[in-house]
């Protein structure tokens, strides 16, 4: 299987749906000419021309809601988002309009669009640029939100997001667009809404997504060493949530660590929380722990910005925490 | 002089006009009697938009609105009945009775619904006219907003894409003077709303709004401006609410004085003495649309207040679309009448995209004459 980066396994991914299907454009800025901010449309222009790649002024609210206008009548807009950061100011479409379009229609409409973009901390951007937005979007009800971590799960993933019916909600990782790893060629669909166990384990599941994954991961192959066996679960869906993928693999450990790159306060780890709680407490051998970031903004130092995220240290107390290892 | 007009095409516009005034005073009453609940906006006054603007388009352009939107779908032919169902939030409004006022939608009829946020249908209707483009579709849409969603973002972004793109979309500004309590004056640098058009290079002009016959002579003219390949036309029509901006609304901030004056422009009867002076029509004639329309309203409130409340199960419809799903054809649903013009898209395959919408020729000269690239 050949090994490509993040952003060209969602290059390809892009490409391959472009060509099934001529209702899909992308739309954003710097998509065409200048190939993408983070090089994800390289070539596309070349390939599908300026009606079908077009490079949208400074105005996300505005383009977000023009795509959505044209997802209401048919076409299959592909909306990049420069960063989620940026994407705020188009909440009011996408959340307002978009998500609610099929509801306040009483079922006469459909928005089949996809908002995409690179979310979480960036390399030392400081605050406006660096935030892990994930748990805004999935709280809305109307949204299907999606985070890949893995290039083979971001192809697959933005493939299903492209055919969905549904507005679908994107974020890759900023800091895993030159990530490598095998993918599929061709036609390889990643369903919504379901996790993967990347990591077979029996002591405690580790359960993360995006860009948070890989400090799972290390962490995972730090605690083998001393004996523990971690199950690392990645949801890659994050709205709806695979349920029964969480509770069976807490049925198995008994025990769960959740890490998440954003705040603690009404995160999705704490819906997890709740799930497992209500859902399976009964197998549990101790309380849930999470992994979050600081409850702070993000600073520009190194050392600050180091220590405002979760890491592979801070995720390997915090199995040690529900294990009653060290630090109990 | 002989009327530029047909006679039934003057006397659909009075019979038009006289079911949105109707309907809406039966709607303000029914909201008195606490039949409807919530924000209701009433388009009492500013019937001479809808109406001339829907006469003047074709049935398969789209339209959409803000949330004064009982009298765009009404003009389109949306079942009265369904309409005022929808406001008693009823199982056989148009949105099951999840919209409410506010969200009326009718896409048999091409109307693409009534929004509650400020503005934020703007970009919807230039997507809506960018997919007939996209499709080589002579399509135009039509926006309605008012004057002080022209003060938000949502209007200076879309109006700067439609120009740059050249989108076949008419948007019409309804002017009444007021956003909710404040006159618009007091919140614009520059209330005449047709002039900011000049800020995005595209046509821009003035109608009087209280007149029927301008209103569909303007919309006319845009319209085929804009399947003609000219891009948007943002067009202005002074119009007047004779209501509060909401029956929540005593509309204490105008002068009884100011509100009288302007009942004197009203377009029913003004549109009335010009049939009549054209001697197209009597008043007897009048009398007769007249009785029909009331009877209409009277049956859509006879059943939306007979219908039943939605069923609790719909509380997990049509939020998200299951695969598989069907959409709703609400007249199919609701009255079991064969739906015959439920829009239908071309497949991916079968679609040609030949629009350019930026020439790489003409970018790159004008990147050459900037001295970007030599």
Redesign the interface.
Known sequence: MPELMYREALNQALAEEME??????LIGEEV??YNGAFKVSQGLLDRF????I????I?E?????????????????VVEMMTWNFAILAM??IV??AAK??????????CPIVFRGPGGAGGRLSSQHSQALEANYAHF??L?VIAPATPADAKGLLKSAIRD??PVIMFEGERLYAVKGEVPEGEHIVPIGKADVKREGTDVTLITWSRMYYFCMEAAEALAKEGISVEVLDLRTLRPLDEEAILASVRKTNRAVICEEGWALAGIGASVVDLIQSKAFDDLDAPVARVTGLDVNMSYAANLENATQPDAPKIIAAVKKVLYREGA | MASAYSKEQLLTMYRKMYLLRRFEERAGQQYGLGKIAGFCHLYIGQEAVAVGANEAIRPDDYMLSAYRDHGQPLARGSDAGMVMAELFGRGTGYSKGKGGSMHIFDIEHNFYGGYGIVGGQIPLAAGMAFASRYRNEDRVTVCFFGDAAANQGAFHETLNMAAKWKLPVIYICENNRYGMGTAIARTSAVPEIHKRASAYGIRGEAVDGMDVLKMYEAVKDAAAYCRAGNGPVLLEANTYRFRGHSMADPANYRTKQEVEDERKNDPLPKLRAYIVAQKLAKDADFEAIEEAEKAVVDAAVKFADESPEPSLDELWRDTIVEPGEQDVRPRERVLGVKVTQWPSYPSGQELKVTWDLEPREQAEQADRKAGLIR
């Open positions: 099934r299907d001529a209702n899909v454009f065409g000419r021309g300026s009606a079908r077009i490079d949208a002024p105005s609210l505005g383009f977000a809601g023009m795509s959505a206008g044209a997802a209401m009548v048919g076409l299959r807009p009011d479409q307002n309009n379009l099929r509801h306040m229609s009483g079922g006469q409409l459909r009800p109307g299907k019916e549904n």
